[in-house]
């Protein structure tokens, strides 16, 4: 039951990143359009939602393994995503794809989204494409049992002086949603801006 309720925040956040970049696609006359409208006036917002982000220039970083992966607003989407079901249930997370489609990863907390805060995890996922044949490895947030620590996530800043959000998480994410699959320590920082 648990797993369909991160499963079902996920995909809602994965599809307002693919609303953004179907409309957006980090095109430089659509970029130029955004960095104009943020300019005059950093109030607006890339999403139609309130309290929905797209970062216009910062980093996110995830290190998984041996690895560590860049994706770069500048020229990739990255969101951040504040959701408010019908319950007044409400989460708030980043969602990101670079501009080849070959790399995504989503990370979510319920609550709200504020500076100064520590949040537990409640859904992570990150796909990779590699090589000419397509294949992807996907990482899911681990669940294994008896696991009570999900990991957290660290917001310092948030929405203020420009920029959008800064700070850290840590997860366990497990390779392809298999229930013996091994778990990994995943580690992140985020440094997004509005501008």
Known sequence: MGNKRYTCILLILCVYLLVVVTSCQKDPAVKETVNTALT???TKIAFTAPGNYLAVTGTLKIKIKDSTYTFDAGRDSIAFINVHSDTETRYFGITAINKEHTMS????SAGFANSNINSDIAGSQFLLSQGSNG?????SLSRYSGQKDFGNINIVKYNQSGVLAKGT???FLAKDDD???PFYRVEGSFELYLK
């Open 40 to 42: 005059t006036d950093s």
């Open 105 to 108: 990863f989503g990370i979510s």
């Open 135 to 139: 294949q992807t490895q996907q990482y």
């Open 169 to 171: 998480f840590f997860t």
């Open 179 to 181: 229930v013996n699959s």
